[in-house]
């Protein structure tokens, strides 16, 4: 096969979405992005397990680009750790979220909590607690509205400096979610150690509730130590009513998954209210 002549060769073939991929996803298309406001929040509803009704959101970041369209997390994410944009690109998402709390407080909407995924590097930088305690300071948000959500992997990082960042945040009000609980190697090292608030019970345990009963007993024994060391739980990745009906009678508190809604742009949360009704 001729590789020399594949750019200018004017069909489409398939290595033309690599190609696209390769020139797009660039240390400076990236900040060039972000420079040009192409980020996008998309909010993902989390709902109570008993009743249905929404109580808050997950942000996921998009890229909307202007000759590639929307383009996922999973595909820019590593490389904005690996060169340092997720910093700001982590400050960019921090003050969406909060503008948007904001906004819900001032619609008599206070209730409704925004959950942010941050990278174990932005989380463990010493200016990260001073940036969230501006952005909530100047917007008027309280902040255990904003939940923090970080995976296992910051785990692997010292361990000393990880317990002390979430003991001041949680001084500072704000709530620290694990997320992909139980994927990693790490799950009891949080609960042992770290004073977390809640978890997030990995998709992949879900997603076999109805048809593995180990994992029915591996989520019944999350959700029951959870309830021990008083933390919530979320499933992530709900996708069924049987799956929900699983999570209830096991004890779960909220659920998140494609069964309630895909994440969705700003403009489209008012109709989940409308379907779901809202704490
Ligand atoms: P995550 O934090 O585990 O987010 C959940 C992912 O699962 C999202 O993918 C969501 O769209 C997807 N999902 C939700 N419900 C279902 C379901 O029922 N079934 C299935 N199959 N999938 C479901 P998304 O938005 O592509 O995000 C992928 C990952 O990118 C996230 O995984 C998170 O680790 C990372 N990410 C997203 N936004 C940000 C961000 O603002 N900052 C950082 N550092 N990472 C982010
Ligand atoms: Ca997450
Ligand atoms: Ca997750
Ligand atoms: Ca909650």
Known sequence: RKTSNRKSSGVYNPDMHTYLKETVLSEMNLRKGLDMNEFKLFYQPQVNCR???????EALIRWQHPERGLIFPGEFINLAESTGLIMPIGEWVIQEAVQQLKKWAERGMGKMTVSVNLSPRHFLHHNFPFYLDKCIREAGVKPEKLILEITENVALE???????????????????????FGKGYSAFIYLQHFPIQQIKIDRQFISELETD????GIVQTIIHLAELLGLQT?????????????????????????????????QEIDGLFDKYGRA
């Open 158 to 180: 010292d361990q000393t400096a990880v317990t002390s960042r979430i003991s001041l945040l949680k001084e500072m009000g704000f709530s620290i979610s694990i997320d992909d």
């Open 213 to 216: 009963s180990k994992s029915t």
């Open 234 to 266: 979320i499933g992530e990745g709900v996708e069924t009513k049987e799956q929900w009906d699983i999570l209830k009678s096991l004890g779960c508190s909220e659920l998140q998954g494609y069964y309630f809604s895909r994440p969705v742009p700003v």
């Open 51 to 57: 009743t249905g009704e929404v109580i808050g959101f």
